[in-house]
């Protein structure tokens, strides 16, 4: 999808242009807080939670969603955990499901029946085999050997390596 598109598709979310509110289907109200392209088409979206006062201080800055644009075309689609267990603030976290029912909040290690997972030790991120389609799976920055009890704190579905 181009960038052209996305904006105008974005726009009819637009529920309040002065205080950039969004609501999404099915989603709580966010407010956009970066946006823009630079002369390359290289930029994105950043959504996060409209309330953020129901967001323990150490999580506060986290985006609820982040769209991704290279060279003018949607590149990538983020979706974030920006709660504890048991806090409030979970109420309106993403809610989707990759297959088998693994979405935020689940372990890591849920996917290993379905996928690898290669860890970027760079990025402090887990990729998955080509297999399993383009997605990038976030967890505590560390590998799954120092930490096989991690959960997903963020999914990222990355267009231009689904095949």
């Given amino acids: ?3 052209e598109v996305l904006e105008r598709v974005l726009l009819k979310y637009l529920v309040d242009a002065s205080s950039l509110l969004y609501k999404f289907e099915n989603s709580p109200d966010l407010l956009l807080r970066t946006h823009g392209l630079d ?3 290289n930029g994105g979206y950043s959504f996060s939670l409209f309330n953020d006062a129901i967001i323990n201080g ?7 969603l982040s ?3 290279r060279a003018g075309k949607v590149y990538a689609v983020k979706v974030y955990d920006f709660s504890f267990s048991g806090e409030f603030a979970r109420e309106f ?5 990759l ?3 693994i979405g935020l909040g689940s372990l890591v290690s849920d996917l290993l029946p379905f996928t690898s997972l290669e860890f970027d030790s760079a990025e402090e991120w887990f990729y998955t085999d080509q297999s399993y389609g383009g997605l990038e799976v976030t ?3 560390v590998p799954l050997e120092d930490h096989p009890d991690q959960v997903v704190t963020a999914l990222c579905v990355i267009s231009g390596a689904i095949a």
């Fill in 1 to 3: 999808m181009s960038a």
């Fill in 58 to 64: 150490l999580l506060k800055g986290t985006p609820a």
């Fill in 39 to 41: 002369e390359l088409g």
């Fill in 93 to 97: 976290v993403y809610k989707g499901f």
């Fill in 99 to 101: 297959p088998a029912g």
């Fill in 67 to 69: 769209i991704m644009v």
């Fill in 139 to 141: 967890g505590w920055g």
